[in-house]
């Protein structure tokens, strides 16, 4: 029997032997490797939390003692020591245990938290609130220095600071990385302290040498102690932390089981903020992992467990976006890119290669990135942001009063964009075109292939006076859908006897939209499909084509409140075109990890379900005669049992 078998709850950790200990760990990572392997996720910052979160667990009273992880895909160890190894074969699959934290699965996971930087507001939170409840509990906060990066991290700093009775001790884990490398003035002081000796060890050599020194030496020694402040800042970052109120303790061999406990212990006897600052090596223990230069196996796909080498697959939309603002930037000497801690994971890897000096990598600071996007085209260039559709939520204030209100030509790429999938609620891009809908001037753009993206592209960043934006979804794109027809800027892509319905598709979900007209087709209902390209401002062309057909159905993978069609109903009804309109897009939910196929069928974004929606519209319009609604029923029939 596995000893990870024998775990069920943190607190069996504490029966186990030294050597039991060690053996736990290897069978972890053995077991983390398998897993990930076959099922994909975050790999190599787990490998390297293994001791660590050992150590938290030994250490602390889970779920007593509450552990909040920043991000929290770095929480799988926390899940198999938890009460989830026996089900951690099921990681990120429908109805299995979540790449996150998750409160329905276990009491030990508090917050989700897959959105970087917040894990010390929150731990800041519940401190307070356990100290003005009189409950004698503590609260861990494990943040990454990539994390540290985020401004919100350092906005909680200041708070915590002064929450003298706060029982909350900070975890640094320095491995020097986010996705990639940390950037940023943090990060230089981090690695400073990782190359230099301590201090205190040229601090007593010297006292050593001048108080030797016969007469002098001791009024030498007594000046040189006074620059002891200057010293330590300059050699380790204990000042950097020390200097807003907070105890530090460190660094730490985030590796060393025992000396990490050593460091949380007395971080724990304190009872107010500590920082323990723990060195660790992302992808740790894994020699592929600790070799692979991009992101030392941060979330790789499927790959052969004794090499590490990646199983084959097709290029990403991603993959195209890389190659294509390349070009763009070899013939626009004043393009420049920008993104937010995920160089590679957005394709401006190419990009910064070829351009370095026109390349920025700001942290994970998405509202840093777009103000400074901001500053940039005042400048007199034109900046491409490109993150997660996901994370564009945590810039909206910048989108608006920094970028728009000043007219700049700016242009984001939304990467994973609708329905993504395995990764759960947090990260689906499912919001985006909502809340872009309410930036006055912003022009909008969804693609619904990889020809189709480039030409966007292209017209986005010739817009000089006001931002735009780009986006497309997660994964291998369709086979390019050719127009049939234009109108007015609107691609036709299917024109098909009467005018009954008018099928408006959106990007991705152009190709469900084909496959809806296919079915209603065959049952002799008249449609007309259309991809808008810019979906704001709203078209004047949809506005006429809406008018001459007797229902209007929007197919979007965006959340409907707000959203393309809702904002389409509007401009109707604002033009006085009364032809009926159906909304089909995302309820307003979060929704549960699946791959990205299961959910749109599980949500009713399937061509199935939309052309049985559209066939029950028109049967109640038709239903005033007996024959009509015989027809009906034998059409209801027939398109049911198309697949």
């Known amino acids: 029997m596995a000893l990870l078998d024998r775990i069920t709850t943190p607190r069996d950790l504490r029966d186990l032997s030294e050597a039991e200990l060690t053996t736990l760990a290897s069978e972890i990572r053995d ?312 160089m590679h994971p957005v394709g401006l890897d190419k990009f910064q290669a070829r351009f370095p000096e026109r390349t920025f990598d700001v942290g994970i600071a998405e509202q840093h990135a777009t103000t400074s996007a901001a500053g940039l085209a005042i400048g007199g260039l034109h900046p491409v942001v490109a993150v997660y559709a996901t994370f564009l939520n945590r810039a909206f204030d910048q989108v608006l009063m920094d970028v728009a209100l000043h007219r700049c030509g700016v242009t984001f790429v939304l990467d994973r964009s609708g329905v993504t999938g395995d990764d759960g609620a947090s990260h689906n891009g499912m919001w985006d075109m909502s809340m872009l809908q309410v930036v006055p001037g912003l022009r909008l753009a969804a693609p619904r292939d990889v020809t189709r993206m480039r030409e966007l592209l292209d017209e986005a960043v010739e817009v000089s006076d006001a931002p735009t934006v780009v986006r497309f979804p997660k994964g291998p794109p369709p086979a390019d859908i050719e127009a049939v027809g234009h109108v007015g800027g609107v691609d036709v892509l299917v024109r098909d006897g009467r005018k009954d319905v008018l099928v408006v598709a959106v990007g991705s979900m152009a190709g469900t939209g084909v496959d809806v007209a296919e079915r209603l087709s065959a049952q002799g209902i008249g449609v007309t499909v259309v991809d808008p390209r810019w979906v704001k401002p709203v078209a004047p062309a949809l506005v006429d084509l809406a008018r001459d057909h007797r229902l209007v159905v929007t197919i979007e993978d965006n959340g409907v409140i707000g959203g393309v069609g809702a904002v389409l109903l509007q401009t109707l009804s604002a033009a006085g075109v009364d032809t009926p309109v159906r909304i089909h897009g995302i309820p307003q939910q979060f929704l549960d990890h699946a791959k990205r196929d299961v959910i749109l069928e599980r949500i009713g974004l399937s061509a199935q379900a939309i052309a049985l929606d559209i066939v029950h519209e028109i049967a109640g319009a038709a239903a005033g005669s007996d024959a009509a609604s015989d027809a009906d029923h034998r059409t209801l029939l027939d398109v049911d049992g198309k697949s």
Request: aromatic fraction near 6%.
């Open 31 to 342: 077991l983390l490797i398998r897993t990930v392997a076959t099922n994909s996720g975050h790999l190599g910052p787990n490998l390297g939390v293994v001791e660590l979160t050992l150590a938290i667990h030994r250490v602390f009273d889970s779920p007593r003692d509450r552990v909040v992880f920043d991000t929290g895909h770095q929480s799988y160890v926390h899940k198999l020591v938890t009460g989830r190894a026996a089900d951690f074969g099921t990681l990120r699959r429908e109805g299995g245990v979540s790449g996150y934290p998750s409160q329905a699965e276990s009491d030990h996971d508090i917050v989700e938290n897959s959105h970087a930087s917040t894990a010390l507001s929150y731990a800041d939170g519940i401190a307070k609130a356990y100290a003005i409840r009189g409950e004698d509990r503590h609260v861990v906060a494990v943040i990454g220095d990539g994390a540290l990066t985020g401004g919100m991290a350092w906005e909680a700093l200041n708070n915590i600071a002064i929450a003298r009775s706060s029982r909350l001790v900070i975890v640094v884990n320095d491995n020097g990385r986010s996705y990639t490398p940390t950037i940023g003035g943090l990060a230089t002081a981090l690695t400073g302290l990782r190359t230099n000796p301590r201090y205190e060890q040229v601090l007593d050599l010297v006292k050593k040498r001048v108080n030797a020194v016969p007469a002098v030496g001791p009024t030498a020694y007594d000046a040189l102690h006074a620059v002891k402040k200057g010293l330590k800042d300059a050699l380790a970052p204990q000042g950097l932390f020390e200097d807003l109120g907070l105890k530090y303790v460190g660094p730490v061999d985030g590796h060393d089981r025992q000396a990490m406990e050593q460091a949380l212990a007395q971080a724990k006897r304190f009872g107010g903020p500590v920082i323990v600052h723990a060195i660790t090596r992302k992808g740790f223990g894994y020699d592929p992992a600790e070799r692979h230069e991009a992101d030392q196996f941060h979330a790789p796909g499927p790959f052969d467990v004794q090499t590490g080498q990646e199983k084959p697959k097709g290029l990403i939309w991603t993959d195209h976006f890389a190659e294509h603002i390349v070009r763009i930037g070899a013939r626009r000497p004043d393009v420049v890119a920008i993104t937010a801690a995920m």
